[in-house]
């Protein structure tokens, strides 16, 4: 079974900018979350979302959007980017998420530079 | 709301020695307990967790973690190491009900195995 996958894999942007991640989760899975990891602040909840609907929601500005399509992939969204912005954005998937644990597992990550 | 602290940011250790990486949390409620290991341009991965029963959990590749509720914490050791284990190790909760897919993380411990 083909694992969590993100693209693009690297990104560079300049301030100002906007940019649209992807993650595509493993097969069956329906809740897709998503974190930033940055030296100084470490890993940070962004949001998750769940059957298309955005279940649960980090301490992000406004500027960080996502959405998830019916074959439950994810995008995320950072309007007018800042320097601060650059980071991992690392993205997971878990087949309910909810009542039960299920496992996450993460995908390898988009790496975005802002310049 | 929930936080972690994991109180070394840095541990070096010789091949074949035990180690410990130290975790605590706090919460107000009851949380699950989660310990995570990235490797170097890769996401992460899921070494053990707790859930409910017995406080003393075993993960993969050796590790071992208790929970201990008196004293909020939830420490991983190993008790031989290898090079193979050097990466950065994140201590996590969630407090489950529909925010599994919700991870509170620490700052990271970055463990180093010299030969």
């Known amino acids: 079974k083909a694992g969590v996958t993100q693209t693009p894999r690297y990104l560079i942007k300049t301030r100002g900018q906007q940019v649209t991640l992807s993650c595509s989760p493993i097969?069956?899975?329906?809740?897709v979350s998503w974190y930033q990891q940055t030296p100084g602040q470490g890993l940070q909840f962004l949001f998750e979302?769940?059957?298309?609907?955005?279940?649960n929601k980090g301490n992000f500005p406004g500027r960080f959007s996502g959405r998830q399509f019916s074959n439950s992939r994810s995008e995320m969204n950072v309007s007018t980017l800042e320097l601060g912005d650059s980071a991992l954005y690392l993205c997971?998937?878990?087949?309910f998420g909810e009542g039960a644990y299920n496992e996450q597992f993460f995908g390898p990550g988009t790496r975005l530079t802002v310049l | 709301a929930q936080s972690v602290t994991q109180l070394d940011s840095q541990v070096p250790v010789f091949e074949e020695a035990p180690v410990e990486l130290r975790c605590n949390y706090s919460s107000s409620v009851s949380v699950y307990l989660f310990w995570y290991v990235q490797y170097p341009n890769q996401g992460l991965q899921l070494l053990l967790k707790y859930l409910s029963g017995s406080t003393l959990v075993k993960g993969i590749n050796g590790f071992e973690a208790e929970f201990n509720k008196s004293q909020t914490s939830f420490h991983l050791r190993k008790p031989s190491v290898h090079i193979s284990d050097t990466a950065e190790y994140f201590c996590a909760v969630s407090v489950g009900g529909t925010s599994y897919g919700k991870l509170t993380f620490g700052q990271g411990t970055i463990l180093t195995v010299h030969p």
């Open positions: 997971a998937s878990s087949f």
């Open positions: 979302y769940f059957s298309e609907t955005q279940r």
């Open positions: 097969s069956g899975h329906r809740s």
